[in-house]
Nanobody
Framework: QVQLVESGGGSVEAGGSLTLSCVVS????????MGWFRQIPGKEREGVAV????????NAADSVKGRFTASQDIDKNTVYLQMNNLMPEDTGMYYCAASRNSYGGWWFRAQYYVDWGRGTQVTVSS
């Protein structure tokens, strides 16, 4: 049984940084893609970053590119989302998710992810 547990959310001022963690169990990290998503009430879940495969290939949404970076530590069974220069529009619930696919143009689409954590809240004040 796959379990994903996020942590590291909190409240920060604009311009601040946070690092989210997602501890993974029951799933082989480094084989497929692990995604980070966020959701704001009333809006669709948005893919923000991904880390894939043993080589740790990454990508990020245009809205966060240059500010957010996904990474993984296979030995610790943990994926991370480093978030810098946070903005109020980054506020939302952040989720990690596990796929069964290698990297591709689908990475930001929630329907390609099988397992989800419960999320961690990020609040950015202006």
């Amino acid at each position: 049984q796959v379990q994903l547990v996020e942590s590291g959310g909190g409240s920060v001022e604009a311009g601040g940084s946070l690092t989210l963690s997602c501890v993974v169990s029951g799933y082989q990290l480094g084989k497929f893609c692990m995604g980070w998503f966020r959701q704001i009430p009333g809006k669709e879940r948005e893919g923000v970053a991904v880390v894939c495969g043993a080589e740790g290939r990454t990508n990020a949404a245009d809205s966060v590119k240059g500010r957010f970076t996904a990474s993984q530590d296979i030995d610790k069974n943990t994926v991370y989302l480093q978030m810098n220069n946070l903005m109020p529009e980054d506020t939302g619930m952040y989720y990690c998710a596990a796929s069964r696919n290698s990297y591709g143009g689908w990475w930001f689409r929630a329907q390609y992810y099988v397992d989800w954590g419960r999320g961690t809240q990020v609040t950015v004040s202006s």
